[in-house]
T-cell receptor
Framework: AQSVTQLGSHVSVSEGALVLLRCNYS??????LFWYVQYPNQGLQLLLK??????LVKGINGFEAEFKKSETSFHLTKPSAHMSDAAEYFC????????????FGTGTQLKVEL | DAGVTQSPTHLIKTRGQQVTLRCSPK?????VSWYQQALGQGPQFIFQ???????QRGNFPDRFSGHQFPNYSSELNVNALLLGDSALYLC?????????????FGPGTRLTVT
C-alpha cells in the first residue's frame, strides 16, 4: 500500500528565506509524485510532478523538488519565500498500474513572515 | 479554456438527507475523480469514472455513489447524510490518453451537515 508522510504540519519562514517542505513516501512500485498547493477556500493547484526522467523537477512560482529513490523522499524547495507563498501544501503519490488515484499527505501549512 | 467547474459552491443539509454534487471536467478531459477533504486533512479518494463506469473506488461506504454522463460531466451522490460527511468535496479531471497522471482540481463544494 502507498502512503505519504509530510513532516511538520506547520512551517514558518521569513520572507526571502529558503522554503523546505518535507515529503517521504512508501510505495512498493515506482511512484509518481506530486506537490499541490491550496489557498484558503480554494481547490488544489498542481505545483510540479515527477513521473519519469530527470529527478530534479521544476514547477510553477519558483518551486522545485528532487526525487530521491534511496531516501524515498520528494522534498519541495524554493530559494526565496514570498508572502504570496503562504498556503497549504500537499504531497501526493500514485503509481503505474494503479490508475491515477492520488494518495495525499496530511499537508503542511506554510506561513511567511516579514 | 475552462478549467474544472463544480456546483454548488456551498450547501447545508440535515442528517439523513441526500445530496448531489456536480462536476464538469476541463475541456479535453474524459476521466473524473472525486475526493473528500475533511477539515485539516488531505483529500481522500472516493472514486473515479471513465467511459461512464466506476473504475476505481476508495474506502467509502455505498452511501457514496456517482454517475458520469456522455459529455464526461459527473455527479456525486451521498445518501443518509451523517455529520461526518461534512467536508470539502473536490472533483479532479484528467485525460486517459494523454497526461493521465496529471489531474486538475476544481474549486470544490463545501458540504455542511447539521
Amino acid at each position: 500500500a502507498q502512503s505519504v508522510t509530510q513532516l511538520g504540519s506547520h512551517v514558518s519562514v521569513s520572507e526571502g528565506a529558503l522554503v523546505l517542505l518535507r515529503c517521504n513516501y512508501s510505495s512498493s512500485v515506482p511512484p509518481y509524485l506530486f506537490w499541490y498547493v491550496q489557498y484558503p477556500n480554494q481547490g488544489l493547484q498542481l505545483l510540479l510532478k515527477y513521473t519519469t526522467g530527470a529527478t530534479l523537477v521544476k514547477g510553477i512560482n519558483g518551486f522545485e523538488a528532487e526525487f530521491k529513490k534511496s531516501e524515498t523522499s520528494f522534498h519541495l524547495t524554493k530559494p526565496s519565500a514570498h508572502m504570496s507563498d503562504a498556503a497549504e501544501y500537499f504531497c501526493a503519490v500514485s503509481f503505474t498500474g494503479g490508475g491515477n488515484k492520488l494518495t495525499f499527505g496530511t499537508g503542511t501549512q506554510l506561513k511567511v513572515e516579514l | 479554456d475552462a478549467g474544472v467547474t463544480q456546483s454548488p459552491t456551498h450547501l447545508i443539509k440535515t442528517r439523513g438527507q441526500q445530496v448531489t454534487l456536480r462536476c464538469s471536467p476541463k475541456s479535453g478531459h474524459d476521466t473524473v475523480s472525486w475526493y473528500q477533504q475533511a477539515l485539516g486533512q488531505g483529500p481522500q479518494f472516493i472514486f473515479q469514472y471513465y467511459e461512464e463506469e466506476e473504475r476505481q473506488r476508495g474506502n467509502f461506504p455505498d452511501r457514496f455513489s456517482g454517475h458520469q454522463f456522455p459529455n464526461y460531466s459527473s455527479e456525486l451522490n451521498v445518501n443518509a447524510l451523517l455529520l461526518g460527511d461534512s467536508a470539502l468535496y473536490l472533483c479532479a479531471s484528467s485525460s486517459y490518453g494523454q497526461g493521465f497522471y496529471e489531474q486538475y482540481f476544481g474549486p470544490g463544494t463545501r458540504l455542511t451537515v447539521t
